[in-house]
């Protein structure tokens, strides 16, 4: 078929994924009751498992970045990054959670403030402002970017520094061994796709909930199965011009595009708004975010076990970690050439302040607007339930709000295109075995037009209950995901103790690291010959060349 794949991956692949969705088609309610009695058992017995899970992830990555192996780059000594800081920054943002903070940025701290998380808080209070606003930066910033960046620096490393291929059983290499090519590193490899495609084609659904939204707030379209599998055949064909394109001339500058308009979006509501309100806000949220912190990450509703949080942050946690591999290898890819310190921090640190700013602002302001009058925003988001207006009912209240309200639909537009033509990337990375070419175009385009099918399909076919049996699905496909993370971390740990006499830094003799930096360029390389510093008058530079020693001398 002219292909340049692992055949196995990739046919066992479409072939389940074909199976599925003829098999949600088909069965809709059976589907969604077997997933949801075991996603229903994981929430409710191993919710606790998830919650000190993530939070050792993100203990281990700061530890692991901060300790011996922080200075190890990724690559190799003389590897440099393949993009700047800026380019970087805008495709893993992009690829992870840009189309998500389009989706709960007002939504989620709307939501937990009307109906607070924790039973002795009073709705609506300023207690419940700072609860919401804390949870809403718990689900966003530091812990789901621990999930994102923990496979990334496994991939970075595993196939960056061991030149083993994009493969998620490559991480696994110093406990499988020679194995990750077998049948067993093929099923971790199939598990890894279909993990993907399904986390993908779950945000592709909500992105196209909202962009139908948004068209019907704006223009009065009629919200339906129809519009909204036009919209996800629209942006499907849109990723995959980009996918032909190629990373460089296409998710970068879409990723850069999008970037740029979600600040601007930002820059508008904060300049257009309570802009002293915020400025203090944003400032006070740092701290009721540092000072939440360690509370929320091993809070497990112990004593009112009201199952919200299973509702919420399990499942949070459980569907990120699913597409996780997909975000992972992808900021893998765009990372060779930095640092292990540099990594984590950067892929921490940066989504994590432009979340806390992103959410600042939305959550605050929706607070705000909410507390000075009633808008709407809780009237839609927690009692009818329609979390997809939640954005555009919030414009409403600011000038120029047609206009905005489709700058926004184009940002979400954009930012699930980015996701999918990345996903679509990545897949075809996972698929193509031990081959380390690319693959053809057309591979590519495959899994593009697959994820949107998949998410078309699932609408067409049965509408929300659909994507409410493939988030059952992802919840349940999360588990050996998550159990697979812990095997990386040891993994990794190993694979750096056994690397570390190759990868440690050169050292300059303390005489010479005590010189002024040019005395030092002007000095040769240790181990290299000094001029004059021979041992004997041959060695001198005016000793005739054919009467110098030839060997050990």
Known sequence: MGLRTDTVIFFV??????AFVALAIAATETVDRIFSNLSGWILDHLGWLY???VTTFLLFLVWIALSRWGHVRLGGHDARPEYGNRAWFAMLFAAGIGTILMFWGVAEPISHWAEPPRADVEPRSEEAAELAMAFS????????????CLPALAFAYFVHQRRLPFRLSSVLQPLLGDRIHGPLGRVVDITAVLGTLFGVAVSIGLGTLQI?????????????QPVQVLL??????????????????????????????AVGLLIFVFLTGATVFLA???????????????PLAFWNDTFANTGWQGQ??????????TWSPFVGMFIARISRGRTIREFVLGVLALPTAFTIIWFSVFGLSAIDIEREGDTGLVEAVVVQGDVSRALFVFLENYPLATVVSAIAVLIVVIFFTTSSDSA???????????????????QRIFWAVTEGVVAGTLIAATGKSGLDALAEVITVLGLPFFLIAFLMMISLVRALNADYPELRRPQLPHSIRRMPRSAQRARPTPGGPVPGAGTGPEDSPGAPPGERPVGDG
């Open 13 to 18: 692949s479409a072939g389940l994924t074909v």
């Open 51 to 53: 919650i000190l899970g």
């Open 137 to 148: 930066f718990y689900h966003f910033g530091l812990h789901t970017w621990s999930i994102f």
């Open 212 to 224: 139908n939204s948004g068209l019907a707030q704006l223009f009065g379209i009629e919200e339906s």
């Open 232 to 261: 996800i055949t629209v942006v499907t064909i849109i990723a995959t011009i980009s996918v032909a394109l190629g990373l460089d001339r296409g998710i970068k500058r879409l990723s850069s595009l999008n970037i740029g308009m």
């Open 280 to 294: 203090r806000g944003i400032i006070e949220m740092i701290g009721v975010y540092l000072g939440s912190l360690v």
């Open 312 to 321: 919420w942050t399990v499942f949070y946690w459980a569907w990120t970690i």
């Open 424 to 442: 679509s990337l990545v897949v075809d990375t996972l698929c193509s075995g031990d081959r380390e070419e690319p693959g053809p175009v057309r």
